[in-house]
């Protein structure tokens, strides 16, 4: 019993003492926000503003007075926190017969501040594994609807039920619930965080000007090449000139780096960029460059923009509204709530540049 009281006390007290360090860590953790400007102090739906000055240069004339319509036009769109959370039950019985119980000395070299410090480290990779992995096409929780039992509902729809959100996999019939038919029923909680960045775009795909859709078809390792850089010679030269990063999936990544092979045989080092990841986009003079993004999953997406200044993920690293939480007891250990914000959001959708696959 004490040694349980011990790992119990170890968990907690960690978690208490390090609370920011552990919601600190898994921002850090994620590949996604070393991509995209990050937001810490996000608390409620904030405006990420946009003024674009008009035209307006002219001949000098002391008779002209007034100038020609307004200096320019202010637009905006909202990035909106969502809050996500992930319950605990922590048992420290359950470790005593594994490398934790043995190996994990207060003084042990890799965590010095022995059990709670490797538990916590353990939970820190897998949130963020988590989030990394399912916020590019994740969706807003608000957007989803109670289940209705009167409605036969077709492969895609999304339901809330008896505390979980659900995805539809086979149709059903009116009454059929996640419990009655569980096979129909896939649990999507961790891709309701809030909307991602690949839900933007397919939501506003149609909507972005005809410029900013480019049609690149189907991409493998034998037209990848020709698909990047045709994307960025159909960008307008204004645009071009702004240089920044085309953000692709892994895959879409090898095969670009396949299809460069095979066009570049005496080596691609001429196209690699000093210092960074990615490879330079030919013909841009160094100032586009593809990268791999492991938060893309298998999409077929290819996103041309500045990332930096367009595209903004939020979060809150104050505990006030991101947390570790209370840890309430129960006999044999107790529960523990992780609780952070996330949100994502372009600032600028007209320097946003897709392809049409998704």
Known sequence: MAKTQTDLQAIAGYAGEYAETIILAVMQALDITKDVSVLTNLKTSTILPKYVASEGLR??????KTPKGQSGTFSARRIDPRTAMKILDIIPEEF?????????????????QGFGQYF????????????????????????VAPFDATVNYTVGSKVFFEENYYQVVTATTAGQTPTSVPASFLDINNKCLGIGFGTIIAQEYNSLPAANRIATGIITDTNAFDKVSGMYKAMPSKKQALGGTAFVSYNTYQNYQSSLLNKFTNGTSAYEVPGKPGMLIFGSDGKWNVQA?????????I???QPKKNMFMGTDQLPDLTTVGNMIPHIHGFLAKFQMILACQFADMDTLFVNDQA
């Open 59 to 64: 001949p000098y004339s002391s008779a002209v």
């Open 293 to 301: 993004a492991s938060w893309m999953g298998n999409s077929g997406r």
């Open 303 to 305: 996103i041309m923009t």
């Open 96 to 112: 005593r017969d594994t490398y934790l119980a043995r190996g994990l000395a207060a003084n042990a070299k890799d965590y010095p």
């Open 120 to 143: 916590w480290l353990a939970q820190i990779l897998k949130i963020a594994e988590e989030i990394n992995d399912n916020i590019y096409l994740s969706i807003d929780p608000k957007t």
